[in-house]
Nanobody, 127 residues
Framework: QLQLVESGGGLVQPGGSLRLSCAASALSLDYYTIGWFRQAPGKEREGVSCRSSNGVGTNYADSVKGRFTISRDNVKNMIYLQMSNLRPEDTATYSC????????????????????WGQGTQVTVSS
């Protein structure tokens, strides 16, 4: 099973930026749909962003559109979430997830679609 390990979380002031990283044990991310999810205390986990295995399709939650960008580095087997203009309501534990979907142009923010999950990294936005 694919192993995922997140890093890059921390404390940042409102309006600041962070880049989350997710190291994948896969030989190639070309075969995987990838996603970022977050869960704030007392709230359900929500999908933040996803990217299709063929790299064509991306989706973003309305709350992060224009502020967050998902990307991947197939050489390093890394998945990234660049977060800008952060708000206090972005405070949560962020997790990356993946599922084998070879050559798919689509991705979903439905967490039930994903098989492999990382342990999460904490992001706190506060002054």
């Amino acid at each position: 099973q694919l192993q995922l390990v997140e890093s890059g979380g921390g404390l940042v002031q409102p309006g600041g930026s962070l880049r989350l990283s997710c190291a994948a044990s896969a030989l190639s991310l070309d075969y995987y749909t990838i996603g970022w999810f977050r869960q704030a205390p007392g709230k359900e986990r929500e999908g933040v962003s996803c990217r299709s295995s063929n790299g064509v399709g991306t989706n973003y939650a309305d709350s992060v559109k224009g502020r967050f960008t998902i990307s991947r580095d197939n050489v390093k087997n890394m998945i990234y979430l660049q977060m800008s203009n952060l708000r206090p309501e972005d405070t949560a534990t962020y997790s990356c997830a993946a599922r084998t979907d070879p050559f798919s142009p689509f991705c979903t923010l439905n967490e039930g679609h994903y098989i492999s999950w990382g342990q999460g990294t904490q992001v706190t936005v506060s002054s």
